[in-house]
């Protein structure tokens, strides 16, 4: 992250630099490396137990939704601002800081456990968030909207792509010719240093001059450090009372990840729909930072789960 910074600070990299590498990793490095991992870490009897952990992500991040839709009422929080707030603490930024951190604590066995959020995340963020900051737009508060529609493209991105196709080659159970598993990991390493470098740039582009603790902001982060993994905490507390059987890698992975810093998008869809891009940059920026206080918290926590 580091590295990234201060490249881009001595402009080592183009305007456009970000987003190409953006695009490399969600569109060609992540896919391959999810690919691989599935066909390492997962066997037919492992998939099918996957299913009952999607309940506890899915799970939290309505209670996350339903606190935020209580904050914005509240404290009245003006259009333009109210669909950021509400995707700021439901939803994370599980591809370019989750997915390395997720690895770098837990290890690539962890990954079809990082996978099952991933898709939880994926669909909360394509299937409601967005439509809920595009029926925040301020220009149109009064005027009879459009019933929004839902991003099916979007809905599946690259990654759940991968995903899928590599559920599918397990089921049928053909082996991956050894050629093209090995080109697969070596375009899938990329993703780790790639993520990293890519906040570093993201970083400095926002400006670390855009901290502003005000109320919204501070309830935005709250919301997303506590009250998200919170919500996690206490489910995953009562589905082990119940007998539910959960791995420690699956609830270390689901705490962190319901802990991730928000959406790198956010401020793009805010200026789509004519929002407060200033907020929005504003949480983005302050979560990523802050995260990296967060982060040590919940591992000390993890030993209580």
Known sequence: MALGYILRRNNWFADSFGGNIAALITKIALPASIFMSVMKYLTRNKLMGLGVG????????????????????????????????????????????????????????????????????????????????????????????????????????????????????????????????????YVGSLVTPLSLIYIGIVLYDAGLNNFRFERDTVWALIGRFIISPLALIILIKIGLGAGVHLPSLMRGTFVVQSATPMLAVLPILADEAHGDVKYATNIVVMSTVLFVIVVPILMSILQFI
């Open 54 to 185: 999607l309940i506890f992500p899915a799970l939290a991040v309505v209670i996350s939704y339903i606190f935020a839709f209580v904050l914005v009422k509240l404290f009245r929080i003006k259009p333009g601002r109210r669909g950021v707030f509400i995707n700021g603490i439901a939803n994370a930024n599980t591809i370019f800081i989750g997915m390395p951190l997720n690895t770098a604590l837990f290890g690539n066995q962890a990954m079809s456990y990082f996978l099952i959020y991933y898709i939880v995340n994926t669909v909360s963020t394509w299937a409601f968030g967005v439509y809920l900051i595009q029926n925040d737009d301020p220009t149109q508060q009064g005027k009879k909207k459009e019933r929004g529609k839902i991003n099916w493209q979007k809905l599946l991105p690259m990654p759940l792509v991968g995903f899928v196709v590599s559920v599918i080659w397990l089921l049928i159970g053909i082996p991956v010719p050894n050629f093209i598993g090995q080109t697969l990991s």
